[in-house]
């Protein structure tokens, strides 16, 4: 009996601290969660739009400076986005194990998942979603600058 109790302690300890990190991250999705959309639809606005300059001027052979800075704002979005997708992707996945841990002692914890006020989840599938409209969009435009 007593060496129940002591290996009961520590996993409600556990979860307890995990219901506490939960709700501070719903928390933290309650204040930050619409700032985090705009966030990532600003970076794929700009993605998009240094396509179409990259495009535009690329293909006519205009200055090299335009095409350069146009490249670079792409890779800046790009990696704002990997950023932001891998680091909520990270807890997320960390948040996993331990859940993983307190499943083999028939305890039973909500998943921690990060939002963009609701809209989406910021994870890795973020990263798929906006490589497939990027390329899709890439398409259509050199479909456009070709006719």
Do not use: K, W
């Amino acid at each position: 009996m007593e060496a129940a109790r002591e290996t009961l302690t520590p996993t409600s300890n556990l979860r307890t601290q995990y219901m506490a990190v939960l709700r501070e991250v719903r928390q933290l999705q309650d204040h930050f969660g619409l700032s985090v959309a705009c966030d990532v639809a600003a970076n794929i606005i700009t993605l998009l739009y240094s396509i179409d300059i990259f495009l535009s001027f690329a293909t006519v052979g205009y200055q090299m400076c335009i095409v350069t800075i146009s490249t670079i704002f792409m890779c800046y979005s790009l990696l704002r986005l990997l950023m932001v997708a891998e680091t909520c992707a990270a807890a997320s996945s960390g948040a996993d194990e331990v859940r993983s841990l307190f499943a083999e002692c028939s305890l039973e914890v909500p998943p921690l998942h990060f939002s963009a006020a609701g809209f989406f989840y910021v994870d890795r599938s973020l990263l798929v979603s906006v490589i497939s409209i990027t390329v899709t969009y890439v398409i259509v435009l050199y479909q456009f600058h070709s006719v």
